[in-house]
């Protein structure tokens, strides 16, 4: 097989230096690191662009010719305009309209090649290649290719096509979908004022109708485009100084209480005090306080707070500042040791007050707006301060909102501040966790396998696990700096993998891990609908088994398999299989997905989402009970049961 680099080097560099001799002549400037010829013409940028096919080389056995098929698309972009719209709507927008896309194809020649351009593939690689290659249609991919002597003659016409559509309003008529935002916004732009605000009236009747449409079958349908109204008519107004209604109320709404129980044990009953329909909205998080407040985050924008009847006590928008990026995944919670909620760096007092901890502002290169999402966020009562972690620093805030110290860190998507210990976790690329003091200094370093950047801390911090992707978890006994794997699945075990997992792939990693209140065990749920725990301190593992008569309720894997043109559908059931003595829990799917201890850990519960059950287990590991439920369960509080559906929110209070 001919190597990858080969084949760019042909493409970016034979290919492109045959077309730079001809594109030079219409002002055209080729950048390799880009792999794009470029000029700019008024305030367009124009763009020839090249990019390779899959497996582009090809051998003509009848002609003895050798060919080489790439693809050439052209497109324009109007940097002014990206400018206007940071400027007028705050957002960046990476403006980019396409207009031709062409496959070509230029002979090439042996002398093209030398032996080091080529490989032998394994046995693997190479069914993989022809696999893909079936997938991918190679006689699909060739269709309409043009030789390159037709492309050269092209040329002429293909920039002449850029300049002609180097024009806004021909832009907006060839726009690819009708009602695509940023085309009407360049309207506005471009001064085309008539045009654009007939094309604003008309996207918001297109909105209305499909809500109307949307509405008969059900709120929760249309939720999502009533959303997309409210951010439309803001847009409008800001861009076209037009003023639209929305008709469509939207609104948290209390449902009538339909008294459900859910019992754990004579000492843990829960019963619903609140249902709450969210079938309007798209809700991104929520949480409860000991109060029995409750947080709702909508639509990546709206805050609500209810308190404990239901009734609607905070509502506001927040928006990111001048600057920052829109809101995409939000860190958010309750800040613990008060009744404080947070959204990123936005706090909603007990009082009900919001209170921005205001980020840091940094200069940024080509216009880019900055990353607006915190890593986390707490209250330390002994330092009577608020702590963030952002990008690459540590903040400390004043209970007023002000930054009173800054203090660089290393950057890592799990950064985490534990104010017990007044430490700060961070996360390396290279596999580690390291521990720091507020104050920079080197506690520990705490090596991860590959992939396993989950991380639990025991209730005493005695304890540290590292788990998420690896068939070994880690496991540190931070008093005696000793070092142990957590097995999710024993895979030393002879036949282990061939008895249980001989028919589907061999992921066996400890998808979440959970310590008891006492700090005593370690439950764990693994691929496969593995379910376990380890004993401390001697981290004994121990199969935890569900009770046979509960085997039916788990969702059994279906899959189709196709032999010789014919189909067949596969039922495989949950079972037990005896490994030399040892009874072992064969299962598909049904991960669990919560880990929720009860009576200081005399009980705890592994939600099983996939199947609608809880399992319910005591301190010695035996399966005492199940319980049926509509969708996931979060714990909060010692207090509070929550379980969320599509269209509501359900809020359980213990006895």
């Known amino acids: 097989m001919i190597k990858e680099s080969k084949i760019k080097e042909l493409i970016y560099e034979k290919v492109a230096n045959l077309l730079d001799i001809e594109l030079s002549n219409f002002g055209f400037k080729y950048l390799k690191s880009k792999r794009h010829f470029f000029r700019q013409e008024k305030c367009y940028k124009q763009f020839i662009s090249l990019y390779s096919q899959y497996s582009p080389i090809s051998y003509n056995d009848k002609t003895e010719q050798l060919f080489l098929t790439f693809n050439l698309t052209t497109s324009i972009e109007i940097p002014d305009f990206d400018k206007w719209c940071l400027n007028t709507l705050d957002r960046k927008t990476n403006f980019s309209h396409s207009i031709e896309n062409f496959a070509y194809q230029i002979e090439l020649t042996f002398d093209d090649f030398t032996d080091d351009d080529f490989f032998t593939p394994s046995a693997s690689l190479e069914f993989k290649r022809k696999v893909t290659l079936s997938l991918f249609g190679v006689n699909q991919q060739n269709k309409d290719v043009t030789s390159f002597n037709n492309l050269i003659n092209q040329i002429p016409i293909l920039v002449s096509s850029l300049s002609d559509n180097s024009d806004i309003k021909k832009i907006f008529e060839n726009r690819k979908y009708p009602l695509e935002y940023t085309y009407t916004y360049l309207l506005f732009f471009g001064g085309l004022t008539d045009l654009g605000q007939e094309q604003i009236h008309k996207t918001y009747q297109f909105i209305i109708e499909e809500i109307k449409e949307k509405l008969k079958n059900s709120e929760n349908e249309a939720s999502r485009s009533i959303a997309q109204l409210d951010n439309f008519i803001e847009i409008a107004k800001k861009v076209a100084n037009i003023q639209f209604l929305n008709p469509y109320e939207r609104t948290i709404k209390i449902r009538e209480n339909q008294n459900r129980k859910l019992e754990f044990s004579v000492k843990s009953v829960f019963v619903e005090t609140l249902r709450i329909d969210i079938s309007q909205f798209e809700i991104r998080a929520f949480h409860v306080n000991t109060k029995g407040d409750i947080l709702l985050f909508a639509n990546n924008k709206t805050v609500f707070k209810l308190n404990y009847k ?16 829109d809101y995409w995944y939000v860190k958010s919670g309750l800040i613990l040791g008060t009744d404080d909620f947070y959204i990123n760096n936005f706090i909603i007092t007990a009082e009900n007050i919001l209170m921005e901890l205001v980020l840091p502002l940094k200069k940024m290169k080509n216009k880019k707006l900055q990353n607006p999402h915190i890593t986390d966020l707490v209250f330390s009562e002994k330092l009577d301060k608020y702590l963030i972690l952002y990008e690459n620093y540590f903040l400390v805030y004043s209970k007023t909102g002000l930054i009173e110290k800054t203090l660089e860190i290393e950057q890592g998507r799990n950064n985490r501040i534990i104010t017990e210990k007044d430490w700060i976790i961070t996360q390396s690329k290279e596999n580690t966790n390291t521990i720091i003091d507020f104050e920079g200094n080197q506690i520990g370093k705490y090596d991860f396998g590959n992939g396993n950047n989950e991380y639990q ?12 992707f690896s068939t070994k978890s880690q496991f540190y006994d931070l008093k005696t700096a000793k070092k142990d794997t957590l097995w999710a699945h024993p ?28 700090d005593t065990y370690i439950v764990g749920g693994a691929y496969h609908g593995k379910y376990v725990a380890w004993n401390l301190p001697k981290i004994n593992r121990i199969e935890l088994l569900p009770r046979l008569e509960y085997l039916e309720l788990f969702d059994p894997q279906v899959s189709t398999v196709y032999c010789e043109g014919k189909s067949e559908t596969r039922v495989t059931k949950p079972e037990f299989v005896d490994l030399d003595g040892q009874i072992f829990f064969k299962n598909r799917g049904n991960h669990i997905s919560n880990i929720i201890f009860l009576e200081n850990g005399d009980l705890f519960l592994t939600v099983i989402p996939q199947s609608k059950i809880i399992l319910i287990w005591n301190r010695e590991f035996k399966n005492v009970g199940m319980q049926k439920i509509d969708d996931h369960i ?3 509080d010692d207090k509070y049961l929550t379980q969320r559906t599509g269209s509501e929110i359900i809020i359980y209070t213990q006895k």
């Open 310 to 325: 239901g009734e609607i006590i905070f509502e506001k928008t927040i928006e990111p500042p001048k600057g920052f990026d």
């Open 457 to 468: 801390f025991s209730n005493s911090y005695d304890y540290f696990i590292c788990f998420a």
């Open 491 to 518: 895979t030393f075990i002879k036949d282990y993998k061939e008895r249980m997992y001989n028919d589907i792939e061999h992921n066996f990693d400890l998808g979440n891990a959970k310590f008891s209140p006492d």
């Open 634 to 636: 979060e714990y909060y």
